[in-house]
C-alpha cells in the first residue's frame, strides 16, 4: 500500500511538472524535504496544523533578503495559531552558487529561523507547484486532513519597506480563512526574482 | 601660423575636456513612479522606444544591457532607449551608480519608485510575471514585448524591423 502510494505520489508530480501553476482550491503537492538541520521534512508531518505557510525563497534574491524579518514575524505570529512557515529554497547549486545546502544551512543560522529551511535539491516541487518567484507563497489550508492551497503569490504590496506596506495579502488570507472564508484576494503576482533552474 | 597654433591648441584642449567629461560625468539616475511610466509608454509617435527592465542583481540582466547601451549610441533621432531599473531606491548610491560608472552608460536610466509592482506591471504587457529582463519595443504603430533575455541579433533585428514599417 505504501509502494502504491509512493508511486501515485510520484507520477502526480511528473504531470504537475507539465502543467501550469496550481490554482487556488488545488490540492497541494505532497513533498519530503531536506532540511537544514539534515532531517527530511514531509508536508504530512503537518497534518495536524490548520495550515501551512509554504514560502519558495532563497540566499541571495535582494526580495528574499527584504523579506526575510517579515517571514521570521509571519511564522512567530501564525505558528502558535496553527499557521507555521515551511520555507522550500528550489534554486540550482550550479546556477546560483549563493543557494548550495551549506550556503543556507549559514544563513538559517546567522537568522535563526524559527521555520524549516529546505532544499528542493531535484527542483520537482517548485516546478509541481508552479512557483516562478522568490519569494513566493502558497498558504496552505488543511481541509479534513487535505491540504489545499487558498492563496497564492505576494506577501504584501511593499517589499522594500515594510512601513509603507498597505495590503498584507498572506495576514488576510489566514485572517479569512480562520474566518471561514476563501481568500481575496486568492492570487497577487508575487514580485521577486526569477527561480534559477539547472541549466 | 599663430592662428593655426591656437586652433590646434583649441582643439587638444576641447578634446582633453571631452575626454575628462567623458570620463567624471557619469548621469545622474532619475526616477519614474506608476504616472511616469504610464507617460513614457503612452507617448506613441514615430520614434520607435525601446524600453527596458533591469537591475544590478539580475545576471541576465546585465549581459544583456551593453546591446541597449550600443542601440542608444546609435544616436539615431527617431530610436529612443531607456533603461527602467528596479533596484531598490535605497540601492541607487551604492550600487547603480557605482553600475552605470563601470559600464560606462549613457543611456538614460531610471530607477522605480513604485513599490507595489502589481500597479505598473500590467502596464508593460497583461502577461507579463514581473520577471526581468523584459523589454518593451514599441512606436505609434505597434508595440512588441519580449519577457526574456534578448540576443544582439534578435534585438538589432527587431529595431531593424520596426524601422522599416
Same mark, same amino acid.
Given at each position: 500500500?505504501?509502494?502504491?502510494?509512493?508511486?501515485?505520489?510520484?507520477?502526480?508530480?511528473?504531470?504537475?511538472?507539465?502543467?501550469?501553476?496550481?490554482?487556488?482550491?488545488?490540492?497541494?503537492?505532497?513533498?519530503?524535504?531536506?532540511?537544514?538541520?539534515?532531517?527530511?521534512?514531509?508536508?504530512?508531518?503537518?497534518?495536524?496544523?490548520?495550515?501551512?505557510?509554504?514560502?519558495?525563497?532563497?540566499?541571495?534574491?535582494?526580495?528574499?533578503?527584504?523579506?526575510?524579518?517579515?517571514?521570521?514575524?509571519?511564522?512567530?505570529?501564525?505558528?502558535?495559531?496553527?499557521?507555521?512557515?515551511?520555507?522550500?529554497?528550489?534554486?540550482?547549486?550550479?546556477?546560483?552558487?549563493?543557494?548550495?545546502?551549506?550556503?543556507?544551512?549559514?544563513?538559517?543560522?546567522?537568522?535563526?529561523?524559527?521555520?524549516?529551511?529546505?532544499?528542493?535539491?531535484?527542483?520537482?516541487?517548485?516546478?509541481?507547484?508552479?512557483?516562478?518567484?522568490?519569494?513566493?507563497?502558497?498558504?496552505?489550508?488543511?481541509?479534513?486532513?487535505?491540504?489545499?492551497?487558498?492563496?497564492?503569490?505576494?506577501?504584501?504590496?511593499?517589499?522594500?519597506?515594510?512601513?509603507?506596506?498597505?495590503?498584507?495579502?498572506?495576514?488576510?488570507?489566514?485572517?479569512?480563512?480562520?474566518?471561514?472564508?476563501?481568500?481575496?484576494?486568492?492570487?497577487?503576482?508575487?514580485?521577486?526574482?526569477?527561480?534559477?533552474?539547472?541549466? | 601660423? $599663430?592662428?593655426?597654433?591656437?586652433?590646434?591648441?583649441? @582643439? #587638444?584642449? /576641447?578634446?582633453? =575636456?571631452? !575626454?575628462?567629461?567623458?570620463?567624471?560625468?557619469?548621469?545622474?539616475?532619475?526616477?519614474?513612479?506608476?504616472?511616469?511610466?504610464?507617460?513614457?509608454?503612452?507617448?506613441?509617435?514615430?520614434?520607435?522606444?525601446?524600453?527596458?527592465?533591469?537591475?544590478?542583481?539580475?545576471?541576465?540582466?546585465?549581459?544583456?544591457?551593453?546591446?541597449?547601451?550600443? $542601440?542608444?549610441?546609435?544616436?539615431?533621432?527617431?530610436? @529612443? #532607449?531607456? /533603461?527602467?531599473? =528596479?533596484? !531598490?531606491?535605497?540601492?541607487?548610491?551604492?550600487?547603480?551608480?557605482?553600475?552605470?560608472?563601470?559600464?560606462?552608460?549613457?543611456?538614460?536610466?531610471?530607477?522605480?519608485?513604485?513599490?507595489?509592482?502589481?500597479?505598473?506591471?500590467?502596464?508593460?504587457?497583461?502577461?507579463?510575471?514581473?520577471?526581468?529582463?523584459?523589454?518593451?519595443?514599441?512606436?505609434?504603430?505597434?508595440?512588441?514585448?519580449?519577457?526574456?533575455?534578448?540576443?544582439?541579433?534578435? =534585438?538589432?533585428?527587431?529595431?531593424?524591423?520596426?524601422?522599416?514599417?
Amino acid at each position: 500500500m505504501k509502494k502504491l502510494l509512493v508511486s501515485a505520489g510520484f507520477l502526480f508530480v511528473l504531470s504537475a511538472t507539465v502543467s501550469a501553476q496550481l490554482a487556488p482550491g488545488d490540492e497541494a503537492v505532497p513533498f519530503t524535504l531536506k532540511n537544514v538541520d539534515g532531517k527530511m521534512v514531509s508536508l504530512s508531518d503537518y497534518d495536524d496544523q490548520k495550515g501551512v505557510i509554504l514560502v519558495f525563497t532563497c540566499n541571495p534574491c535582494p526580495f528574499s533578503k527584504a523579506y526575510e524579518q517579515r517571514i521570521i514575524q509571519l511564522h512567530k505570529k501564525f505558528a502558535p495559531s496553527g499557521y507555521p512557515v515551511v520555507a522550500i529554497n528550489p534554486n540550482d547549486d550550479v546556477a546560483s552558487p549563493d543557494d548550495t545546502f551549506e550556503k543556507m544551512q549559514a544563513r538559517a543560522a546567522e537568522k535563526n529561523f524559527p521555520f524549516p529551511y529546505l532544499k528542493d535539491a531535484t527542483q520537482e516541487i517548485y516546478k509541481a507547484y508552479g512557483a516562478t518567484r522568490t519569494p513566493h507563497v502558497f498558504l496552505l489550508d488543511n481541509e479534513n486532513g487535505t491540504f489545499r492551497v487558498a492563496y497564492i503569490g505576494a506577501i504584501d504590496n511593499n517589499a522594500m519597506d515594510e512601513r509603507a506596506v498597505s495590503e498584507k495579502y498572506v495576514e488576510l488570507a489566514i485572517k479569512a480563512l480562520e474566518n471561514g472564508n476563501q481568500p481575496d484576494p486568492a492570487q497577487v503576482k508575487a514580485i521577486g526574482c526569477t527561480i534559477k533552474a539547472r541549466r | 601660423m $599663430l592662428s593655426g597654433r591656437f586652433t590646434a591648441m583649441r @582643439k #587638444v584642449s /576641447l578634446l582633453l =575636456l571631452m !575626454f575628462l567629461s567623458a570620463g567624471s560625468a557619469a548621469q545622474n539616475v532619475g526616477t519614474v513612479d506608476t504616472e511616469g511610466l504610464r507617460a513614457l509608454l503612452g507617448n506613441r509617435s514615430d520614434t520607435v522606444c525601446v524600453v527596458n527592465f533591469w537591475a544590478t542583481w539580475c545576471s541576465p540582466c546585465v549581459k544583456e544591457i551593453g546591446y541597449f547601451e550600443e $542601440l542608444h549610441r546609435l544616436d539615431d533621432p527617431l530610436l @529612443k #532607449v531607456v /533603461l527602467v531599473n =528596479l533596484d !531598490f531606491p535605497d540601492q541607487v548610491e551604492q550600487r547603480v551608480q557605482p553600475f552605470i560608472r563601470a559600464h560606462d552608460l549613457t543611456a538614460p536610466v531610471v530607477n522605480m519608485t513604485e513599490m507595489d509592482y502589481n500597479k505598473w506591471i500590467p502596464l508593460v504587457h497583461e502577461d507579463w510575471s514581473g520577471a526581468i529582463p523584459a523589454t518593451l519595443i514599441f512606436n505609434a504603430k505597434e508595440s512588441e514585448f519580449i519577457g526574456t533575455e534578448i540576443a544582439r541579433e534578435e =534585438l538589432f533585428e527587431m529595431i531593424h524591423t520596426f524601422n522599416s514599417k
